[in-house]
């Protein structure tokens, strides 16, 4: 199955983006954090190099997880799921502080695993999807012209006679109109009656607190004879029903089993789970009570990082392969206070640098979804233009610098709620605005904001 995987994988090019080209990417979306790009870059290109090794050799070779220690709003996780989009890999992100000891209320840890492998097969689906597309979306055609023009009665006559022919003829010719005016758009307005699956299904009871995705049973999938899929009739406009038929016949051609086993070799061989806040779930010294439970989900996480197999609904997946990265804040807690087996499973660690303003001036106006290239594009849909001047970008970024000194540092999250705070105003009335050009310069920023700027209780603005 490795093999296989293997295979697969190194068929794709973004596995073999260089470091540098990596980071350059990254660069695009997160400013700063080099140190951090760096080390995630070495990780996704070591994936690559494993797929060159002999099968044996690939199998010993193990992921280097990262942990990631940073204040909050630094870029920690907008590094994750940037790489993962690179390498066109599983992701997913949880909270270590969801999580609970087994035996107590709470998500099991292996539950993330299995959540993983769901991302895979919609992926995976996706994917498949978009091969299929033009055949589903030919038999979906064919549908919806039967029921346009329903087939006509056998003849009387018999098939063979001349009638029966002249008949068929007609209505063939009669069902190529129909064809080019479905194509051509001008069956648009038309409504016609199609058999929507329900969507409801069975509610089940939790057990002992469990649910049943918890326990990994869906006995829907286990015993699909008890629960069939029902359909109920429904008037859709003809294109909207189009694309319900497409989605129904792509759906027929897929093999999901396949899907399946491809989902699984994908999560297994370049799987990213990113854990956050584990240093919530770090012993602290001298402290009873519920850092006992703390102490017990790193032991649960231990097995998952070192390399386990868990059961999901779609067959054994094993965990030795996929690349953890932790992050947290260490503000309390430091990365020693994790259990020593769990600090010796993520060998890389690398320090987030805090943000200031000259980091938030280039979060503003660098990325390529920069706030104030949202902003900008957001008030264009309205007619209004917003002029950002380099002093007024620079005034943000004080003010923005200015809150997290005074206040919480919650990182370029706090730009968040200054832009917000700037341009509600014009947001309001950008309706009445249509055709006007409003300028974001120095004097703007302070009027908007001028009582943040004389007051030293800033509580209210902390998100």
């Given at each position: 199955?490795?093999?296989?995987?293997?295979?697969?994988?190194?068929?794709?090019?973004?596995?073999?983006?260089?470091p540098?080209?990596?980071?350059a990417?990254?660069?695009?979306?997160?400013?700063?954090?080099?140190?951090?790009k760096?080390?995630?870059?070495?990780?996704?290109?070591?994936r690559?190099?494993?797929?060159?090794?002999?099968?044996?050799?690939?199998?010993?070779?193990?992921?280097?997880?990262?942990?990631?220690?940073?204040?909050?709003?630094?870029?920690?996780?907008?590094?994750?799921?940037?790489?993962?989009?690179?390498?066109?890999?599983?992701?997913?992100?949880?909270?270590a502080?969801?999580?609970?000891?087994?035996?107590?209320?709470?998500r099991?840890?292996?539950?993330?695993?299995?959540?993983?492998?769901?991302?895979?097969?919609?992926?995976?689906?996706?994917e498949?999807?978009?091969?299929?597309?033009?055949?589903?979306?030919?038999?979906?055609e064919?549908?919806?012209?039967?029921?346009?023009?329903?087939?006509?009665?056998?003849?009387?006559?018999?098939?063979?006679?001349?009638?029966?022919?002249?008949?068929?003829?007609?209505?063939?010719?009669?069902?190529?109109?129909?064809?080019?005016?479905?194509?051509a758009?001008?069956?648009?307005?038309?409504?016609?009656?199609?058999?929507?699956?329900?969507?409801?299904?069975?509610?089940?009871?939790?057990?002992?607190?469990?649910?049943?995705?918890?326990?990994?049973?869906?006995?829907?999938d286990?015993?699909?004879?008890?629960?069939?899929?029902?359909?109920?009739?429904?008037?859709?406009?003809?294109?909207?029903?189009?694309d319900?038929?497409?989605?129904?016949?792509?759906?027929?051609?897929?093999?999901?089993?396949?899907?399946?086993?491809?989902?699984?070799?994908?999560?297994?061989?370049?799987?990213?789970?990113?854990?956050?806040?584990?240093?919530k779930?770090?012993?602290?010294?001298?402290?009873q009570?519920?850092d006992?439970?703390?102490?017990?989900?790193?032991?649960?996480?231990?097995?998952?990082?070192?390399?386990?197999t868990?059961?999901s609904k779609?067959?054994?997946?094993?965990?030795?392969?996929?690349?953890?990265?932790a992050a947290?804040?260490?503000?309390?807690?430091?990365?020693?206070?994790?259990?020593?087996?769990?600090?010796?499973?993520?060998?890389?660690?690398?320090?987030?640098e805090?943000?200031?303003?000259?980091?938030?001036?280039?979060?503003?106006?660098?990325?390529?979804?920069?706030?104030?290239?949202?902003?900008?594009a957001?008030?264009?849909?309205?007619?209004?233009?917003?002029?950002?001047?380099?002093?007024?970008?620079?005034r943000?970024?004080?003010?923005a610098?200015?809150?997290?000194?005074?206040?919480?540092?919650?990182?370029?999250?706090?730009?968040?709620?200054?832009?917000?705070?700037?341009?509600?105003?014009?947001?309001?009335?950008?309706?009445?605005?249509?055709?006007q050009t409003?300028?974001?310069?120095?004097?703007?920023?302070?009027?908007?904001?001028?009582?943040?700027?004389?007051?030293?209780d800033?509580?209210?603005?902390?998100?």
């Open positions: 199955m490795a093999t296989i995987a293997l295979r697969e994988l190194s068929s794709s090019s973004a596995e073999s983006l260089t540098r080209e990596t980071v990417e990254l660069d695009k979306y997160v400013v700063g954090q080099a140190k951090a760096r080390a995630v870059a070495i990780a996704l290109r070591n690559f190099r494993r797929q060159r090794l002999s099968p044996a050799m690939a199998e010993e070779v193990a992921p280097k997880n990262i942990l990631m220690i940073g204040p909050t709003g630094v870029g920690k996780t907008e590094i994750a799921r940037r790489l993962a989009r690179l390498a066109q890999s599983p992701f997913l992100k949880v909270e502080s969801k999580f609970t000891e087994v035996g107590y209320v709470g099991d840890v292996e539950s993330m695993v299995r959540d993983l492998v769901e991302i895979a097969v919609k992926m995976l689906r996706e498949r999807e978009v091969e299929v597309r033009e055949r589903a979306r030919q038999a979906a064919e549908r919806v012209l039967d029921l346009l023009l329903p087939p006509s009665p056998p003849s009387p006559f018999g098939e063979t006679s001349p009638d029966a022919q002249a008949a068929r003829e007609q209505l063939q010719a009669t069902r190529e109109r129909l064809r080019e005016q479905l194509r758009g001008r069956l648009d307005g038309k409504s016609i009656e199609v058999d929507v699956r329900d969507r409801s299904t069975p509610s089940f009871e939790v057990i002992q607190g469990s649910s049943v995705e918890e326990i990994g049973v869906n006995l829907r286990m015993l699909p004879g008890l629960f069939p899929g029902k359909t109920r009739r429904r008037r859709l406009p003809v294109p909207e029903a189009l319900y038929l497409t989605t129904e016949e792509a759906q027929k051609l897929i093999d999901m089993e396949g899907v399946a086993r491809a989902a699984i070799e994908r999560v297994e061989q370049a799987g990213i789970i990113f854990i956050d806040e584990i240093d779930i770090a012993g602290r010294e001298g402290q009570g519920p006992i439970s703390r102490e017990g989900v790193q032991r649960d996480l231990l097995p998952l990082v070192e390399g386990t868990v059961n779609y067959g054994m997946v094993r965990t030795d392969h996929i690349l953890f990265i947290g804040a260490f503000h309390v807690s430091k990365p020693s206070d994790l259990i020593p087996e769990l600090q010796g499973r993520f060998p890389i660690r690398v320090e987030l805090a943000l200031g303003r000259d980091e938030f001036v280039r979060i503003l106006t660098e990325p390529e979804s920069a706030l104030i290239k949202q902003y900008t957001l008030m264009a849909t309205e007619g209004v233009t917003l002029d950002f001047t380099a002093d007024g970008i620079r943000i970024a004080e003010l610098a200015l809150v997290n000194d005074r206040t919480e540092n919650i990182g370029a999250r706090r730009l968040h709620t200054l832009m917000e705070r700037i341009l509600d105003d014009v947001s309001f009335r950008a309706p009445e605005l249509g055709g409003v300028t974001i310069d120095t004097a703007y920023v302070d009027r908007m904001v001028e009582d943040i700027a004389r007051s030293d800033l509580s209210r603005y902390i998100l």
